[in-house]
């Protein structure tokens, strides 16, 4: 890194989101290194970062993990420069092994480790509480609670880094990460970029036997004077004067709280603490602030952190006061909060009764996402349908995390399982081992192949494993907002770089069975899905097809016109149905009255993958159109 | 100060994320403090989304507490009618017409007929404005040969004939001018006067 300096003009208010407020105050930090996976809700830090990198000076990638984007960082922090590291919760799990031993060598240029997680599963496949992390990792955690707050929280977590010697999670959730507010970035002299250098200390940067043991020593020593040492940052929050009940509040729940309070006018009869750090935990405040009110009302999002660690303060200090939260039953664990939750909460402690104002819920069924029109996957798994109908036994379909995990939508409705990332191959190789007596297939995207998909890969190929691997390549991580990955040909900064090709990548691993398709040729994909399942030991098929959506994009971009729509011809359609029920793409609609289907030329985009769903041929367009 | 919100719901690719920015943003130049929350995983693949706009000095957090919207503008009718209950009583309904059926509820008529929508969506609300806006984005996007969708602003646009909303068509105009370039300018325009040509029939 070049050491640079400049000096941002402010431009008064603007609105932007938490994640590129986040972004924005790392920038003003003076970072120096980003790299980060993408994630919902995460992914929107990382992307501001790099759209900025340029400018700002720093080096900015979409790494091909979390662990390694961990890597990447803590090296540039080990070298004294200012780095982070973006993911969303799930990812801190991969980075784990990174982090974990991470805590015990510490850092000495400041190094963030941005983590969004997903109170209410909105796009997750759990909702962990990332400051229960923080704590086995015993990395200190920062929690800020809206989009102002994330923009000085990202400013002051490399400070603290360096004061404490010490990674950082700063802390966010979907009602932050993806919150919009007008911030002011102020006229700010941005820090100029330092320039790497590693110091050698054996004892440090090798963590193994004795020097590992003393490394914990001197961890839990910090751990233990963190508090003090932070004095000076303004991490803590007091609202109110009244005595009748404390509420301890952290994170994004503090707004839910001010709202509550508010709302039902209780002002007077209450007392606001909210922690800006959840761990290590301010238990000097924490007593001070119980000795002064009745009984404490603890709410907080997720898991009852704040609240076990306050119960312990106040027995710890001696204090005959009732602790109330989730262990109770007041506040729900699982799931986001909302005003409502609280409120109802602070009612019952405090006795006030108040008639409900909202009527209940109509209940609809739900609308799930679909895959979109055009999109290859759609192709790729009716051309998978078709080849389930060929072979003897159903297989089992090991699933994996990307769009293609759609697969578990109607008209679908082929997935078996989903674990994590990776899980695909992984838990085929284990279905296959624990010795179930049918086919089993895994699939795995692009992306997920890249990030966690090459060791179950190899272990597959390595031990023998009688499993199918579909790859469903759409070179894109689309999910998340098609950021590039290894297979895509370019990086995060927009340079061109060597595509890595998936194909060459898993002849390498040892799967001699291999064969690539062209994803809308779902004839060839069920034709390649047959001679695969059926084949005795590792198999793979690579289905290539670029994400539609992307395509799209860029041809807008280039102004580039659209594809003629297809269409069914009326006479010809009998009304069967067949699109509707194997194939399901949003473009054809069911006409009631007319007892036919119809292309809406607004959606379709002209791939014409449909066309060979069409037992009658009713569906025409491009060449023969 | 009184606070308002305007919950804006409807499917995923139907450009809710941007109008509710469009909003935000034009309450946002008058230097009024707005915060928009978003659930937008199932964005652009045709699930359902919701934007909550909150308006006004005392607003903190991004989410409309439930039975206190005063606006519930919606994309898609059967959203309009998922997300009822965060309206307030006689709080304002807009809505487009154009109802999307997922493929299986088409074909087992899970969904009630969309003349009970209405009805309830009537039932619980001061007015409910019920908007062509799909039909005549199709119209305006062949007109200027655009592979763009503008029901958002035909929407919004039909939102500010309303006297009481906070944004009027002025102010839209304006951040409509500041958001497009020049060459989509003019379509997003008259996407606007489209809107409001709705209200006053």
């Not at chain 1, 990447?72 to 973006?86: D, K, N, Q, T």
């Not at chain 1, 923009?151 to 490399?158: I, L, P």
């Not at chain 1, 700063?170 to 330092?194: C, F, Q, V, Y």
């Not at chain 2, 308002?4 to 809710?16: C, K, P």
Request: aromatic share 6%; glycine share 8%.
């Amino acid at each position: 890194m070049g050491v640079t300096s400049s000096t941002m003009t402010g431009k008064g208010k603007r609105l932007m989101l938490g994640n590129e407020a986040i972004a924005w105050g790392a920038i003003i930090a003076g970072v120096d290194v980003a790299a980060g996976y993408p994630g919902t809700p995460a992914s929107e830090v990382m992307q501001t970062l790099i759209n900025l990198a340029n400018e700002y000076g720093h080096y900015a990638e979409w790494s091909v993990n979390e662990k390694v984007a961990v890597e990447c960082a803590a090296a540039a922090a080990w070298s004294g420069l200012r780095s982070i590291a973006v993911m969303k919760h799930l990812g801190l799990n991969v980075a784990a092994d990174a982090l974990t031993t991470l805590a015990y060598t510490g850092v000495r240029g400041g190094m963030v480790v941005f983590s969004s997680g997903d109170a209410q599963c909105h796009t997750s496949s759990n909702e962990q509480d990332a400051r229960v992390f923080a704590r086995f990792a015993k990395i200190p955690v920062l929690d800020p609670a809206d989009p102002e707050e994330g923009f000085h929280y990202a400013k002051m977590a490399f400070a603290i880094s360096e004061k404490l010697e010490l990674p950082v999670i700063l802390n966010s959730t979907p009602r932050l990460s993806h919150t919009s507010l007008a911030i002011d970035l102020g006229t700010i002299e941005k820090l100029p970029h330092r320039k790497a250098n590693f110091v050698d200390n054996k004892a440090r940067w090798i963590c193994v036997a004795a020097s590992a043991l003393e490394r914990h020593r001197w961890l839990n020593r910090r751990l233990t004077e963190a508090c003090d040492r932070l004095s000076a940052f303004p991490l803590i929050k007091r609202l109110y004067e009244g005595k009748r009940l404390g509420i301890v509040t952290n994170g994004v729940a503090y707004n839910y709280a001010l709202e509550a309070v508010e709302a039902l006018g209780i002002q007077k009869d209450v007392c606001l603490l909210k922690l800006g750090m959840s761990y290590p935990f301010p238990t000097d405040t924490i007593t001070s602030f119980a000795s002064k009110v009745d009984e404490i009302l603890v709410i907080e999002e997720l898991e009852p952190f704040v609240e076990d660690q306050t119960r312990i303060a106040v027995q710890k200090a001696g204090l005959r006061l009732r602790v109330q939260g989730k262990n109770e039953g007041l506040i729900p664990i699982e799931g986001e909060l909302n005003p409502s939750i609280v409120s109802t909460a602070l009612m019952e402690v405090l006795g006030i009764k108040r008639e409900g104002v909202a009527p209940p819920p109509f209940e609809l069924p739900r609308r799930p996402p679909i895959f979109c029109p055009g999109c290859p996957h759609r192709s790729t798994y009716y051309g998978l349908r078709n080849a389930m109908k060929q072979v003897s036994l159903r297989p089992l379909i090991v699933g994996d995390i990307g769009c293609y995990t759609l697969v578990s939508t109607y008209p679908f409705e082929l997935l078996d399982t989903l674990l994590c990332m990776g899980a695909g191959a992984g838990m085929a190789h284990g279905f296959f081992k624990a010795g179930l007596d049918r086919p089993i297939l895994a699939i795995m995207g692009d992306s997920t192949l890249f990030h966690s998909g090459l060791p179950p890969l190899a272990n597959i190929a390595y031990n023998n494993s009688n499993v199918t691997v579909l790859v469903l390549d759409n070179r894109y991580t689309a999910m998340t907002g098609f950021q590039p990955n290894p297979g895509t040909g370019i990086r995060a900064t927009g340079e061109p770089a060597r595509q890595l090709s998936i194909e060459e990548v898993v002849r390498s691993l040892g799967f001699s069975h291999l064969k690539v398709v062209l994803a809308h040729d779902s004839k060839a994909v069920s034709e390649a899905l047959v001679r695969a399942i059926t084949f005795q030991g590792p198999s793979i098929v690579i289905s290539e097809g670029t994400c539609a959506l992307q395509e799209q994009r860029l041809a807008a971009k280039r102004g580039k016109e659209r594809t003629a729509p297809f269409l069914v011809e009326s006479e010809v359609c009998t009304g069967c149905r067949a699109c509707l029920t194997t194939f399901g793409c949003s473009a054809i609609q069911w006409d009631i009255e007319a007892n036919k289907v119809t292309i809406n030329p607004r959606r379709c985009i002209g791939c014409g993958d449909c066309v060979v769903v069409c037992p009658v041929k009713a569906i025409k367009g491009g060449s023969d159109a | 100060m009184r606070e308002t919100n305007i919950l804006i719901t409807g499917i995923g690719g139907q450009g809710i994320i941007s109008a509710s920015y469009l909003l935000a943003q034009a309450v946002q130049s008058t230097g009024e403090r707005v915060i928009v929350g978003e659930t937008f995983g199932a964005s652009q693949r045709e699930g359902s989304v919701i934007s909550n706009v909150r308006i006004g000095s005392c607003v903190h957090g991004p989410m409309i507490a439930l039975g206190t919207a005063d606006y519930l503008i919606a994309f898609e009718p059967y959203e309009a009618l998922r997300c009822l209950h965060y309206l307030r009583s006689n709080g304002v309904v807009i809505a487009n017409v154009q109802p999307v059926v997922p493929v299986r509820d088409q074909l087992s008529e899970t969904y009630p007929p969309v003349d009970k929508v209405w009805e309830r969506l009537k039932s619980r609300s001061a007015a409910v404005y019920q908007l062509q806006a799909t039909e005549a984005a199709g119209r305006i996007a062949v007109d200027y040969q655009s592979r763009y969708d503008v029901t958002n602003v035909i929407i919004l646009g039909g939102a500010t004939a309303i006297d009481e909303f906070p944004v009027d068509e002025e102010l839209l105009k304006a951040t409509l001018q500041a958001r497009f370039k020049s060459s989509s300018l003019p379509m997003n325009l008259e996407a606007l006067e489209a809107g409001r040509a709705m209200m006053r029939r």
